[in-house]
């Protein structure tokens, strides 16, 4: 079977924990203030805070920006539900935009519709969804000009690039999932990255119980902490993600080209940006076939996702029009893409999506587009 995913630890990382184990210091140690001092190189910025997960990561942000009950925040349907979990964490409502019909990210036009009829918003959450940035230059904007904070949920887009600066560096803060499936893990783990001293600072307390020094704390935080472990793990992780990356782009460029009269609608990718393939998703009115044709032929998929955030029982009392999200959910089917795929494996994923019997162009070209 060519699994959808297939994590590469690395001998690495294996010397990374036992350097932590031998060490002793076994929990939030000096291994992640390294990790977070290269992890802010990586991204561009002055600072990076490591958390537990990508969830913890969104959530003390959320805390540091003072988000909370009163508050609403704008993100995006067609996400992991941990995206707007967080939000409600932080004591904040969700408020959904719909999605760009092409690349799937938070459409800056339904973005603006919400802050121009509302007045209780107090963040964006633009999430860069399969690697692929959302559109950040128009959503900083309408972020300045309305006086809100912009987070990035960059938990899929380590490296990923938007007019030649990576993801990370593009909002206020950035949050980032070491999940083990991600194009880089620390087994499980999160960061936050920012310019803003201030807010790292404050992060940083609220993931370790408030403290400020010693016994004090000065807040009500939560224990967010990173393992040393985890961070040896991430550490030995980052020095590869340049040629992960690599990888990952070269396995889309190559289905790219051999799917592009597929009966399929291939990812797109804003103008002057760089993906990096979390996962290479395509979209078919077929999917139950495709993913069918594919298990006949060894190749595993996924759906991510099969049901948008606010269509989820856990959200039924947000009220949304997404119909493009709604649309998309319907008709979404990732296919390998990640480092270890050989061309063969490759060739084995194109014979397969290409198997779909043809449908006339206008039924395809009617699923390229929602608008």
Same mark, same amino acid.
């Given at each position: 079977m060519?699994?959808?995913a297939d994590?590469?630890?690395?001998?690495g990382a294996?010397?990374g924990?036992?350097r =932590?184990?031998?060490d002793g210091?076994?929990a939030d140690?000096e291994?992640v203030?390294r990790?977070?001092?290269?992890?802010a190189?990586f991204?561009?910025?002055?600072r990076?805070?490591? &958390?537990t997960n990508g969830t913890?990561a969104?959530?003390?942000t959320f805390e540091a920006?003072g988000?909370?009950?009163g508050?609403?925040?704008v993100? &995006?349907p067609f996400?992991?539900?941990a995206?707007? +979990?967080?939000?409600r964490?932080a004591?904040?409502?969700?408020?959904?935009?719909?999605?760009d019909?092409? &690349?799937?990210?938070l459409?800056p036009?339904?973005?603006?519709?919400?802050? +121009?009829?509302?007045d209780?918003?107090?963040?964006?959450?633009a999430?860069h969804?399969?690697?692929?940035?959302?559109?950040m230059g128009?959503l900083?904007?309408l972020?300045d000009?309305?006086?809100?904070?912009?987070v990035? $949920?960059?938990?899929q887009a380590?490296?990923?690039t938007?007019e030649?600066?990576r993801?990370?560096?593009?909002? $206020?803060a /950035?949050c980032f999932?070491f999940?083990?499936?991600?194009?880089m893990?620390s087994?499980?783990?999160g960061?936050?990255?920012?310019?803003?001293?201030?807010?790292?600072?404050?992060?940083?307390?609220?993931c370790d119980?408030?403290?400020?020094?010693?016994y004090?704390?000065?807040?009500?935080?939560?224990?967010f902490?990173m393992?040393?472990l985890?961070?040896a793990?991430?550490r030995?992780q980052?020095e590869?993600?340049?040629?992960?990356?690599?990888?990952?782009?070269g396995?889309?460029a190559y289905l790219d080209?051999?799917?592009?009269?597929?009966p399929?609608v291939?990812?797109?990718v804003?103008?002057?940006?760089?993906?990096v393939y979390?996962?290479?998703?395509v979209r078919t009115?077929?999917?139950?076939r495709?993913?069918?044709?594919?298990?006949?032929?060894?190749v595993?998929?996924?759906?991510?996702?099969p049901?948008p955030?606010?269509?989820q029982?856990?959200?039924?009392d947000v009220?949304?029009?997404?119909p493009?999200?709604?649309?998309?959910a319907?008709?979404?089917?990732?296919l390998p893409?990640?480092?270890g795929?050989s =061309? /063969?494996?490759l060739?084995t994923?194109?014979?397969a999506?290409r198997?779909l019997?043809?449908?006339?162009a206008?039924q395809?070209?009617a699923?390229? &587009?929602?608008d």
């Open positions: 060519i699994r959808i994590p590469d630890v690395g001998r294996y010397e924990v036992r =932590v184990l031998d210091q076994l140690g291994e203030r990790f977070e001092g290269e992890f190189d991204c561009g910025t002055e990076a805070v490591a &958390t913890t969104l959530h003390a920006l988000v909370g009950p508050d609403a925040v993100t &995006t996400s992991f539900v995206s707007a +979990n967080a939000v964490h004591g904040a409502e969700p408020v959904f935009a719909d999605v019909p092409h &690349t799937l990210t459409d036009d339904a973005v603006a519709d919400v802050l +121009n009829e509302r209780d918003v107090a963040a964006i959450l999430v969804l399969y690697g692929t940035p959302a559109e128009a900083r904007r972020a000009e309305h006086d809100v904070s912009l990035e $949920d960059a938990a380590h490296g990923a938007y030649g600066e993801v990370g560096s593009l909002g $206020d /950035a999932s999940y083990p499936t991600k194009n893990t087994g499980e783990g960061m936050v990255t920012t310019d803003d001293d201030a807010l790292a600072d404050r992060v940083a307390r609220f119980h408030g403290r400020t020094s010693g004090e704390h000065a807040d009500v935080g939560h224990n902490r393992t040393s985890c961070a793990i991430g030995a980052l590869r993600l340049p040629a992960f990356n690599l990888a990952r782009r396995n889309a080209a051999r799917l592009r009269d597929a399929v291939t990812p797109a804003p103008a002057g940006a760089q993906s979390h996962q290479y998703t009115d077929e999917r139950e495709l993913r069918a044709v594919c298990e006949d032929a060894g595993e998929t996924g759906v991510y996702y049901v955030i606010h269509r029982p856990a959200y039924a009220e949304a029009s997404c493009v999200a709604e649309r998309a319907d008709q979404v089917v990732s893409v990640h480092p795929l =061309v /063969a494996d060739d994923v194109v014979r999506v198997s019997r043809e449908r006339p206008g395809r070209e699923s390229r &587009t929602d």
